[in-house]
Protein backbone atom coordinates (compact mmCIF):
# COMPACT_ATOMS: atom_id res chain seq x y z
CA UNK A 1 0.00 0.00 0.00
CA UNK A 2 1.55 3.23 -0.82
CA UNK A 3 1.69 5.78 2.08
CA UNK A 4 3.09 8.58 -1.08
CA UNK A 5 2.02 12.02 0.69
CA UNK A 6 3.76 15.45 0.62
CA UNK A 7 5.85 16.26 3.65
CA UNK A 8 3.34 19.53 4.29
CA UNK A 9 0.82 16.90 4.47
CA UNK A 10 2.30 14.61 6.11
CA UNK A 11 3.65 17.09 8.96
CA UNK A 12 -0.06 18.65 8.86
CA UNK A 13 -1.60 15.29 9.84
CA UNK A 14 0.91 13.78 12.28
CA UNK A 15 2.58 16.70 14.05
CA UNK A 16 0.22 18.50 16.12
CA UNK A 17 0.16 21.26 18.94
CA UNK A 18 1.62 19.82 22.00
CA UNK A 19 3.14 17.25 20.95
CA UNK A 20 6.27 15.03 21.78
CA UNK A 21 8.61 15.17 18.14
CA UNK A 22 11.78 13.25 17.72
CA UNK A 23 13.64 14.52 14.94
CA UNK A 24 16.55 11.42 14.58
CA UNK A 25 19.55 11.39 13.37
CA UNK A 26 22.99 11.53 15.30
CA UNK A 27 24.61 13.94 13.21
CA UNK A 28 23.96 12.02 10.20
CA UNK A 29 20.51 12.23 8.45
CA UNK A 30 18.89 15.10 10.47
CA UNK A 31 15.26 16.07 8.52
CA UNK A 32 15.82 19.57 8.76
CA UNK A 33 12.89 20.11 5.97
CA UNK A 34 10.54 18.24 8.41
CA UNK A 35 11.86 21.03 11.26
CA UNK A 36 11.37 23.88 8.47
CA UNK A 37 7.75 22.68 7.52
CA UNK A 38 6.53 21.95 11.36
CA UNK A 39 8.04 25.94 11.34
CA UNK A 40 6.52 27.35 8.55
CA UNK A 41 2.85 25.49 9.39
CA UNK A 42 2.85 27.30 13.14
CA UNK A 43 3.28 24.56 15.58
CA UNK A 44 3.49 25.42 19.44
CA UNK A 45 4.02 23.62 22.61
CA UNK A 46 6.03 20.86 21.25
CA UNK A 47 8.29 18.78 23.43
CA UNK A 48 11.33 17.90 21.45
CA UNK A 49 13.21 15.58 21.70
CA UNK A 50 16.74 14.12 20.47
CA UNK A 51 19.92 13.53 22.14
CA UNK A 52 21.78 16.26 20.40
CA UNK A 53 19.28 19.59 19.70
CA UNK A 54 21.50 20.13 17.05
CA UNK A 55 20.63 23.62 14.67
CA UNK A 56 16.98 22.04 13.98
CA UNK A 57 15.96 22.39 17.55
CA UNK A 58 17.94 25.96 18.05
CA UNK A 59 16.01 26.58 14.96
CA UNK A 60 12.34 25.47 16.13
CA UNK A 61 13.23 26.78 19.20
CA UNK A 62 13.50 30.69 17.61
CA UNK A 63 10.48 29.81 16.12
CA UNK A 64 8.54 29.39 18.79
CA UNK A 65 7.37 25.86 18.48
CA UNK A 66 8.48 24.36 21.62
CA UNK A 67 7.81 23.92 25.06
CA UNK A 68 10.55 21.74 26.60
CA UNK A 69 13.54 20.26 24.74
CA UNK A 70 14.99 16.42 26.12
CA UNK A 71 18.48 16.10 25.37
CA UNK A 72 21.78 14.89 26.28
CA UNK A 73 24.09 17.56 24.57
CA UNK A 74 23.15 21.16 23.61
CA UNK A 75 26.09 21.71 21.98
CA UNK A 76 26.47 22.73 18.12
CA UNK A 77 28.38 20.07 16.82
CA UNK A 78 31.96 20.65 16.12
CA UNK A 79 31.74 24.25 16.68
CA UNK A 80 30.72 25.55 20.53
CA UNK A 81 27.33 26.36 22.09
CA UNK A 82 24.08 26.17 20.82
CA UNK A 83 23.22 29.75 21.39
CA UNK A 84 19.42 29.93 21.34
CA UNK A 85 18.73 26.89 23.27
CA UNK A 86 21.13 27.62 25.86
CA UNK A 87 19.49 31.52 26.22
CA UNK A 88 16.37 30.10 26.10
CA UNK A 89 16.96 27.32 29.47
CA UNK A 90 19.13 30.33 31.18
CA UNK A 91 16.93 32.87 30.83
CA UNK A 92 14.00 30.06 32.03
CA UNK A 93 11.74 30.25 29.40
CA UNK A 94 12.48 26.49 28.00
CA UNK A 95 11.72 23.68 30.03
CA UNK A 96 14.30 20.96 29.72
CA UNK A 97 15.18 17.13 31.01
CA UNK A 98 18.35 15.94 30.87
CA UNK A 99 20.09 13.00 30.22
CA UNK A 100 23.95 11.55 28.86
CA UNK A 101 23.65 10.36 25.73
CA UNK A 102 23.26 6.26 27.26
CA UNK A 103 20.55 7.06 29.13
CA UNK A 104 18.89 9.41 26.41
CA UNK A 105 19.57 6.08 24.11
CA UNK A 106 17.98 3.89 26.77
CA UNK A 107 14.81 5.46 26.84
CA UNK A 108 14.06 5.20 23.32
CA UNK A 109 15.44 1.47 23.21
CA UNK A 110 12.81 1.08 26.47
CA UNK A 111 10.13 3.02 23.94
CA UNK A 112 11.05 0.36 21.18
CA UNK A 113 11.18 -2.76 22.93
CA UNK A 114 7.67 -2.05 24.87
CA UNK A 115 9.73 -2.55 28.26
CA UNK A 116 8.28 -0.67 31.77
CA UNK A 117 12.27 0.39 32.41
CA UNK A 118 15.47 -0.36 31.11
CA UNK A 119 18.67 -0.73 33.36
CA UNK A 120 22.02 0.83 33.30
CA UNK A 121 25.11 0.54 35.50
CA UNK A 122 26.27 3.20 37.64
CA UNK A 123 28.39 5.70 36.68
CA UNK A 124 29.41 6.99 40.14
CA UNK A 125 28.52 10.48 38.89
CA UNK A 126 25.28 11.28 40.77
CA UNK A 127 24.44 14.71 40.04
CA UNK A 128 22.41 14.10 36.89
CA UNK A 129 20.64 11.32 38.57
CA UNK A 130 19.69 13.82 41.22
CA UNK A 131 18.90 16.56 38.98
CA UNK A 132 16.06 14.74 37.17
CA UNK A 133 13.89 12.84 39.08
CA UNK A 134 13.10 10.47 35.91
CA UNK A 135 16.09 8.37 37.15
CA UNK A 136 15.52 5.82 39.96
CA UNK A 137 17.61 3.01 41.20
CA UNK A 138 16.20 -0.10 41.78
CA UNK A 139 17.65 -3.35 43.01
CA UNK A 140 19.36 -6.40 41.26
CA UNK A 141 17.78 -9.01 42.02
CA UNK A 142 20.42 -11.25 41.23
CA UNK A 143 23.37 -9.41 42.40
CA UNK A 144 21.46 -7.35 45.19
CA UNK A 145 23.40 -4.20 43.52
CA UNK A 146 21.78 -0.96 42.59
CA UNK A 147 21.20 -0.03 39.12
CA UNK A 148 20.17 3.02 37.44
CA UNK A 149 16.64 2.68 35.47
CA UNK A 150 15.01 5.32 32.83
CA UNK A 151 11.20 4.81 31.53
CA UNK A 152 10.94 4.48 28.38
CA UNK A 153 10.50 7.39 25.74
CA UNK A 154 7.45 7.09 23.00
CA UNK A 155 7.38 10.09 21.52
CA UNK A 156 3.76 10.70 19.35
CA UNK A 157 5.67 11.21 16.69
CA UNK A 158 9.13 10.07 14.86
CA UNK A 159 10.77 11.59 11.78
CA UNK A 160 13.67 9.97 9.59
CA UNK A 161 15.38 11.18 6.80
CA UNK A 162 16.55 7.68 5.02
CA UNK A 163 18.57 6.86 2.01
CA UNK A 164 16.02 5.23 0.05
CA UNK A 165 12.34 3.60 0.85
CA UNK A 166 9.97 2.50 -1.65
CA UNK A 167 6.14 3.79 -1.29
CA UNK A 168 5.13 1.43 1.68
CA UNK A 169 7.67 2.87 3.75
CA UNK A 170 10.30 -0.11 3.83
CA UNK A 171 13.32 2.28 4.32
CA UNK A 172 17.05 1.67 4.58
CA UNK A 173 19.89 3.69 6.24
CA UNK A 174 23.56 3.26 5.50
CA UNK A 175 26.41 5.38 7.64
CA UNK A 176 26.09 6.47 11.19
CA UNK A 177 23.00 4.51 12.11
CA UNK A 178 22.34 6.43 15.53
CA UNK A 179 19.12 6.18 16.91
CA UNK A 180 16.74 5.92 13.43
CA UNK A 181 14.98 2.17 13.97
CA UNK A 182 14.42 2.92 18.14
CA UNK A 183 12.70 6.22 17.20
CA UNK A 184 10.48 4.76 14.71
CA UNK A 185 9.95 1.65 16.89
CA UNK A 186 8.80 4.20 19.98
CA UNK A 187 7.27 6.61 18.15
CA UNK A 188 2.81 6.41 17.74
CA UNK A 189 3.29 7.51 14.17
CA UNK A 190 6.40 7.91 11.84
CA UNK A 191 6.99 10.31 9.14
CA UNK A 192 9.54 8.99 6.89
CA UNK A 193 11.74 11.64 4.24
CA UNK A 194 13.90 9.80 1.68
CA UNK A 195 16.12 10.81 -0.91
CA UNK A 196 15.07 8.17 -3.13
CA UNK A 197 12.32 6.40 -3.40
CA UNK A 198 12.84 3.22 -4.78
CA UNK A 199 10.95 -0.04 -6.31
CA UNK A 200 9.94 -2.64 -3.59
CA UNK A 201 12.42 -4.98 -5.54
CA UNK A 202 15.09 -2.74 -4.75
CA UNK A 203 14.50 -3.17 -1.16
CA UNK A 204 14.13 -7.09 -1.90
CA UNK A 205 17.97 -7.11 -3.11
CA UNK A 206 19.20 -6.75 0.22
CA UNK A 207 17.10 -6.53 3.35
CA UNK A 208 19.37 -7.16 5.65
CA UNK A 209 19.88 -3.27 4.95
CA UNK A 210 16.30 -2.28 5.81
CA UNK A 211 16.03 -0.62 9.03
CA UNK A 212 12.74 0.28 9.40
CA UNK A 213 9.52 -1.74 8.11
CA UNK A 214 7.17 -0.61 6.31
CA UNK A 215 4.02 -1.27 8.24
CA UNK A 216 5.37 0.85 11.41
CA UNK A 217 5.28 3.65 8.74
CA UNK A 218 1.96 6.20 8.08
CA UNK A 219 3.25 8.53 5.85
CA UNK A 220 6.62 8.56 2.81
CA UNK A 221 7.76 11.50 1.73
CA UNK A 222 10.01 11.93 -1.13
CA UNK A 223 12.46 14.59 -0.05
CA UNK A 224 15.95 14.94 -1.91
CA UNK A 225 18.37 16.75 0.24
CA UNK A 226 16.18 16.77 3.06
CA UNK A 227 18.96 16.75 5.67
CA UNK A 228 20.98 20.00 4.11
CA UNK A 229 23.02 21.31 6.52
CA UNK A 230 22.95 18.07 7.99
CA UNK A 231 24.16 15.29 5.25
CA UNK A 232 23.31 11.93 4.05
CA UNK A 233 25.87 9.54 3.38
CA UNK A 234 26.93 9.10 -0.32
CA UNK A 235 24.42 11.76 -1.45
CA UNK A 236 25.72 15.14 -0.14
CA UNK A 237 28.58 16.38 2.48
CA UNK A 238 28.23 17.86 5.94
CA UNK A 239 28.11 21.45 5.27
CA UNK A 240 30.26 22.64 8.24
CA UNK A 241 30.45 26.06 7.06
CA UNK A 242 26.86 26.73 7.73
CA UNK A 243 27.48 24.75 11.25
CA UNK A 244 30.08 27.78 11.45
CA UNK A 245 27.73 30.52 9.89
CA UNK A 246 24.96 29.45 12.49
CA UNK A 247 27.33 30.38 15.46
CA UNK A 248 27.31 33.80 14.16
CA UNK A 249 23.68 34.07 13.10
CA UNK A 250 22.22 32.77 16.30
CA UNK A 251 24.47 35.61 18.07
CA UNK A 252 21.54 38.10 17.67
CA UNK A 253 17.89 37.90 17.49
CA UNK A 254 17.46 40.11 14.33
CA UNK A 255 20.07 37.50 12.24
CA UNK A 256 17.91 34.69 13.37
CA UNK A 257 14.69 36.44 12.32
CA UNK A 258 16.03 37.57 8.67
CA UNK A 259 17.52 33.61 8.48
CA UNK A 260 14.01 32.07 9.39
CA UNK A 261 12.12 34.85 6.92
CA UNK A 262 14.29 34.02 4.35
CA UNK A 263 14.92 30.23 4.45
CA UNK A 264 12.41 28.89 6.24
CA UNK A 265 9.31 31.25 5.70
CA UNK A 266 10.55 32.55 2.44
CA UNK A 267 10.77 28.99 0.61
CA UNK A 268 7.80 26.93 -0.45
CA UNK A 269 9.81 24.21 0.26
CA UNK A 270 13.04 21.98 0.12
CA UNK A 271 13.23 21.91 -3.61
CA UNK A 272 12.78 25.71 -3.70
CA UNK A 273 15.36 26.08 -0.64
CA UNK A 274 17.86 23.62 -2.12
CA UNK A 275 17.76 25.53 -5.39
CA UNK A 276 17.89 29.02 -3.64
CA UNK A 277 21.56 27.33 -2.22
CA UNK A 278 23.16 28.15 -4.96
CA UNK A 279 25.06 26.20 -7.58
CA UNK A 280 28.75 26.83 -5.69
CA UNK A 281 26.90 25.79 -2.61
CA UNK A 282 25.61 22.61 -4.35
CA UNK A 283 28.52 21.54 -5.85
CA UNK A 284 30.82 22.02 -2.98
CA UNK A 285 28.50 19.55 -0.74
CA UNK A 286 28.83 16.92 -3.66
CA UNK A 287 30.82 13.56 -2.52
CA UNK A 288 32.15 11.26 -4.95
CA UNK A 289 31.06 7.48 -5.30
CA UNK A 290 32.28 4.90 -3.50
CA UNK A 291 30.68 1.66 -3.87
CA UNK A 292 30.70 -1.03 -1.47
CA UNK A 293 30.99 -4.83 -2.91
CA UNK A 294 28.11 -6.93 -3.75
CA UNK A 295 26.99 -9.04 -1.40
CA UNK A 296 25.40 -12.86 -2.15
CA UNK A 297 21.93 -13.55 -0.68
CA UNK A 298 21.44 -16.79 -2.88
CA UNK A 299 18.38 -18.06 -4.80
CA UNK A 300 16.48 -20.68 -2.89
CA UNK B 1 60.90 24.33 17.86
CA UNK B 2 58.19 26.32 17.92
CA UNK B 3 54.84 24.64 18.43
CA UNK B 4 51.46 26.32 19.87
CA UNK B 5 49.78 24.70 23.29
CA UNK B 6 46.93 22.75 20.69
CA UNK B 7 50.45 20.94 19.15
CA UNK B 8 52.37 20.19 22.74
CA UNK B 9 48.98 19.19 24.26
CA UNK B 10 48.54 16.90 21.20
CA UNK B 11 51.33 14.96 21.07
CA UNK B 12 51.60 14.55 24.92
CA UNK B 13 48.25 13.06 24.72
CA UNK B 14 49.19 10.79 21.61
CA UNK B 15 52.17 9.54 23.74
CA UNK B 16 49.75 8.17 26.51
CA UNK B 17 48.16 5.46 24.06
CA UNK B 18 49.39 2.20 23.47
CA UNK B 19 49.65 -0.05 20.40
CA UNK B 20 46.69 -2.36 20.09
CA UNK B 21 44.49 0.49 22.31
CA UNK B 22 40.88 0.49 21.74
CA UNK B 23 40.26 4.34 21.94
CA UNK B 24 37.24 5.91 22.31
CA UNK B 25 37.59 9.24 20.34
CA UNK B 26 36.68 12.50 20.15
CA UNK B 27 36.64 15.44 17.74
CA UNK B 28 39.27 17.98 17.86
CA UNK B 29 42.52 17.45 19.52
CA UNK B 30 41.32 13.51 20.92
CA UNK B 31 41.27 12.65 17.00
CA UNK B 32 44.94 14.22 16.32
CA UNK B 33 45.83 12.65 19.16
CA UNK B 34 44.78 9.40 18.21
CA UNK B 35 45.70 9.56 14.42
CA UNK B 36 49.44 10.92 15.19
CA UNK B 37 49.73 7.71 17.41
CA UNK B 38 48.42 5.43 14.86
CA UNK B 39 50.96 6.77 12.54
CA UNK B 40 53.77 6.88 14.61
CA UNK B 41 53.90 4.28 17.82
CA UNK B 42 50.78 2.48 17.72
CA UNK B 43 50.16 1.65 14.22
CA UNK B 44 47.43 -1.24 15.39
CA UNK B 45 45.28 1.47 17.53
CA UNK B 46 41.78 0.72 16.86
CA UNK B 47 39.85 3.95 16.74
CA UNK B 48 35.91 4.02 18.02
CA UNK B 49 33.91 7.05 17.61
CA UNK B 50 30.92 8.08 19.59
CA UNK B 51 28.36 8.29 16.46
CA UNK B 52 28.92 4.41 16.55
CA UNK B 53 32.05 4.17 14.14
CA UNK B 54 34.25 1.22 14.92
CA UNK B 55 38.10 1.29 12.95
CA UNK B 56 37.82 4.24 11.67
CA UNK B 57 40.06 5.54 8.70
CA UNK B 58 39.43 8.93 8.16
CA UNK B 59 40.71 10.19 5.07
CA UNK B 60 40.01 13.55 5.82
CA UNK B 61 39.58 16.14 9.48
CA UNK B 62 36.47 15.02 10.89
CA UNK B 63 35.01 18.52 12.29
CA UNK B 64 32.38 16.72 14.26
CA UNK B 65 31.59 13.63 15.76
CA UNK B 66 29.46 12.04 12.83
CA UNK B 67 31.68 13.28 10.40
CA UNK B 68 30.80 10.98 6.77
CA UNK B 69 35.06 10.51 6.41
CA UNK B 70 34.57 7.96 9.54
CA UNK B 71 32.35 5.70 8.28
CA UNK B 72 33.76 5.54 4.40
CA UNK B 73 36.05 2.60 4.72
CA UNK B 74 35.56 1.47 8.81
CA UNK B 75 35.78 -2.15 9.83
CA UNK B 76 32.02 -1.54 11.51
CA UNK B 77 29.28 0.41 12.42
CA UNK B 78 26.34 0.23 14.45
CA UNK B 79 23.91 2.01 16.75
CA UNK B 80 24.40 4.47 19.83
CA UNK B 81 22.39 1.96 22.21
CA UNK B 82 25.04 -0.63 20.86
CA UNK B 83 27.77 1.60 21.51
CA UNK B 84 27.50 2.20 24.67
CA UNK B 85 26.26 -1.38 25.57
CA UNK B 86 28.36 -3.50 23.33
CA UNK B 87 31.20 -1.53 23.68
CA UNK B 88 31.28 0.49 26.48
CA UNK B 89 29.45 -0.51 28.92
CA UNK B 90 30.48 -4.11 28.38
CA UNK B 91 33.99 -3.02 29.01
CA UNK B 92 35.38 -3.33 25.27
CA UNK B 93 37.15 0.39 25.65
CA UNK B 94 40.76 0.80 26.88
CA UNK B 95 40.84 4.72 26.86
CA UNK B 96 38.41 7.19 26.80
CA UNK B 97 39.12 10.90 25.91
CA UNK B 98 37.42 13.61 27.82
CA UNK B 99 37.76 17.80 28.13
CA UNK B 100 35.81 19.69 30.67
CA UNK B 101 35.04 23.30 31.60
CA UNK B 102 35.53 22.36 35.21
CA UNK B 103 38.22 19.32 36.12
CA UNK B 104 38.22 19.59 40.25
CA UNK B 105 41.59 18.54 42.54
CA UNK B 106 40.08 14.47 42.17
CA UNK B 107 39.67 14.68 38.43
CA UNK B 108 35.67 15.09 38.59
CA UNK B 109 34.72 17.14 35.01
CA UNK B 110 31.80 19.33 35.02
CA UNK B 111 30.57 19.85 31.27
CA UNK B 112 26.49 20.70 32.16
CA UNK B 113 26.29 24.38 34.52
CA UNK B 114 27.89 27.06 36.34
CA UNK B 115 26.32 27.96 38.90
CA UNK B 116 23.17 26.39 40.52
CA UNK B 117 21.47 23.40 37.80
CA UNK B 118 18.01 25.28 38.01
CA UNK B 119 18.85 28.58 37.53
CA UNK B 120 21.99 28.16 35.42
CA UNK B 121 24.47 30.51 35.44
CA UNK B 122 26.40 29.32 32.22
CA UNK B 123 24.55 26.57 30.69
CA UNK B 124 26.64 23.87 29.15
CA UNK B 125 26.40 21.80 26.88
CA UNK B 126 26.22 18.77 29.20
CA UNK B 127 26.97 14.98 29.03
CA UNK B 128 26.88 13.71 25.57
CA UNK B 129 28.41 10.41 25.78
CA UNK B 130 30.82 11.74 29.12
CA UNK B 131 29.34 10.32 31.90
CA UNK B 132 29.60 6.78 30.77
CA UNK B 133 33.26 7.42 29.17
CA UNK B 134 34.16 8.18 32.48
CA UNK B 135 33.11 5.91 34.23
CA UNK B 136 33.65 2.51 32.03
CA UNK B 137 36.44 2.89 29.76
CA UNK B 138 39.94 1.28 31.63
CA UNK B 139 41.90 4.78 31.51
CA UNK B 140 40.56 8.17 30.89
CA UNK B 141 42.76 10.92 29.85
CA UNK B 142 41.70 14.70 29.98
CA UNK B 143 42.89 17.23 27.35
CA UNK B 144 42.36 20.71 28.84
CA UNK B 145 44.38 24.15 28.77
CA UNK B 146 45.65 25.09 32.04
CA UNK B 147 43.33 27.81 33.74
CA UNK B 148 42.60 28.62 36.94
CA UNK B 149 38.99 28.74 35.93
CA UNK B 150 39.10 24.94 34.41
CA UNK B 151 40.51 23.75 37.84
CA UNK B 152 38.75 24.99 40.61
CA UNK B 153 39.19 22.82 43.57
CA UNK B 154 35.54 21.46 43.24
CA UNK B 155 33.23 21.50 40.19
CA UNK B 156 30.38 22.80 40.43
CA UNK B 157 28.45 19.69 38.94
CA UNK B 158 29.51 16.65 38.47
CA UNK B 159 29.07 15.81 35.56
CA UNK B 160 31.39 12.36 35.10
CA UNK B 161 33.26 10.87 38.13
CA UNK B 162 36.74 11.05 38.41
CA UNK B 163 37.89 9.76 42.45
CA UNK B 164 35.09 11.86 43.77
CA UNK B 165 35.88 12.77 47.21
CA UNK B 166 39.15 11.01 47.18
CA UNK B 167 40.19 7.69 48.66
CA UNK B 168 38.51 4.61 48.07
CA UNK B 169 35.47 6.45 47.38
CA UNK B 170 35.66 5.63 43.26
CA UNK B 171 36.32 2.11 44.15
CA UNK B 172 33.60 1.92 46.59
CA UNK B 173 30.90 2.66 44.09
CA UNK B 174 31.30 -0.60 41.70
CA UNK B 175 32.63 1.45 38.52
CA UNK B 176 34.33 -0.69 36.17
CA UNK B 177 36.57 1.77 35.03
CA UNK B 178 39.93 3.20 36.63
CA UNK B 179 38.95 6.75 36.10
CA UNK B 180 41.63 9.40 34.78
CA UNK B 181 45.03 8.55 34.77
CA UNK B 182 46.44 11.42 33.26
CA UNK B 183 45.26 15.16 32.85
CA UNK B 184 47.13 16.62 29.85
CA UNK B 185 47.82 20.88 29.47
CA UNK B 186 49.39 23.53 28.11
CA UNK B 187 52.06 23.43 31.11
CA UNK B 188 52.51 19.77 31.96
CA UNK B 189 50.91 16.39 32.92
CA UNK B 190 48.88 16.11 36.21
CA UNK B 191 48.03 12.54 37.47
CA UNK B 192 46.49 10.90 40.23
CA UNK B 193 48.36 9.83 43.76
CA UNK B 194 47.35 7.17 45.79
CA UNK B 195 44.48 9.33 47.19
CA UNK B 196 42.98 9.98 43.71
CA UNK B 197 44.33 13.47 43.76
CA UNK B 198 45.43 15.02 40.83
CA UNK B 199 49.37 16.20 41.61
CA UNK B 200 51.98 17.62 38.86
CA UNK B 201 53.64 14.55 37.39
CA UNK B 202 55.17 16.26 34.60
CA UNK B 203 56.07 20.15 33.10
CA UNK B 204 56.50 20.52 29.83
CA UNK B 205 60.08 22.56 28.75
CA UNK B 206 60.09 25.73 29.32
CA UNK B 207 57.15 25.48 32.18
CA UNK B 208 57.47 26.33 35.56
CA UNK B 209 55.51 24.65 38.57
CA UNK B 210 54.54 28.45 40.24
CA UNK B 211 52.84 28.64 36.60
CA UNK B 212 51.17 25.54 37.41
CA UNK B 213 50.25 26.64 40.97
CA UNK B 214 48.83 30.23 39.82
CA UNK B 215 46.45 28.33 37.47
CA UNK B 216 45.29 25.61 39.41
CA UNK B 217 42.87 26.32 42.32
CA UNK B 218 44.17 24.07 45.00
CA UNK B 219 46.92 23.42 47.14
CA UNK B 220 49.21 21.30 43.79
CA UNK B 221 51.31 19.02 44.73
CA UNK B 222 54.28 17.36 43.10
CA UNK B 223 54.60 14.21 42.22
CA UNK B 224 58.08 12.10 44.15
CA UNK B 225 59.77 12.13 40.42
CA UNK B 226 58.96 15.20 38.57
CA UNK B 227 59.59 14.88 34.64
CA UNK B 228 60.11 17.11 32.02
CA UNK B 229 58.53 15.89 28.46
CA UNK B 230 60.57 15.55 25.48
CA UNK B 231 60.30 18.83 23.28
CA UNK B 232 57.69 18.02 20.27
CA UNK B 233 59.40 15.78 17.52
CA UNK B 234 59.84 17.39 14.01
CA UNK B 235 57.94 14.76 13.31
CA UNK B 236 55.09 14.82 14.54
CA UNK B 237 54.66 18.34 14.14
CA UNK B 238 55.21 17.28 10.23
CA UNK B 239 52.42 15.02 10.58
CA UNK B 240 49.85 16.92 12.31
CA UNK B 241 50.67 19.65 10.11
CA UNK B 242 50.87 18.15 6.61
CA UNK B 243 48.75 15.19 7.33
CA UNK B 244 46.58 15.58 9.93
CA UNK B 245 45.27 19.38 10.08
CA UNK B 246 46.86 21.25 6.92
CA UNK B 247 44.15 23.83 7.49
CA UNK B 248 45.36 24.73 11.28
CA UNK B 249 41.35 24.18 12.70
CA UNK B 250 42.68 22.98 15.71
CA UNK B 251 46.13 23.10 15.97
Redesign the interface.
Known amino acids: MTKLTTLSEAIRQYVHDGDCVFAAGFTHLIPFAAGHEIIRQGRKNLVLARATPDLIYDQMVAAGCARKIIFSYIGNPGVGSLRIVRQEIEAGRLEWEEYSHFSMISRLQAGAAGLPFIPMNQTAATDLEKANPQYKRVVDPYSGREVIVVPPLNPDVAIVHVQRCDASGNAQIWGIIGEQKEAAFAARHVILTAEEIVDEEVIRSDPNRTVIPGFIVDAVCHVPYCAHPSYTQGYYDRDNPFYLAWDKISETPEAVKAYLDEWVYGVKDREEYWQKLGEETRKRLEVAPRISSPVNYGQY | MNYSASELMTINSARLLRDHDVVFVG ?1 GLPNLACNLAQRTHAPNLLMIY ?4 IGARPARLP ?6 T ?4 AAA ?5 EI ?2 LY ?2 RGNVDVGFLGGAQIDQFG ?1 INV ?1 VIGD ?7 L ?8 I ?3 ANRCYIITPHQLRRFPARVD ?5 GF ?1 DGGDA ?1 AK ?4 GAGPQAVVTNLGILKPDANGELVLAALHPGCSFEQAQANTGWALKQAETMEVTPAPAEEDLRILREELDPQRIYI
Open positions: VEAGVLSIGDPLVSGVCSMYFTLQNTYNHPKVRPGSGGSMEAAWFHTSALRTGVR
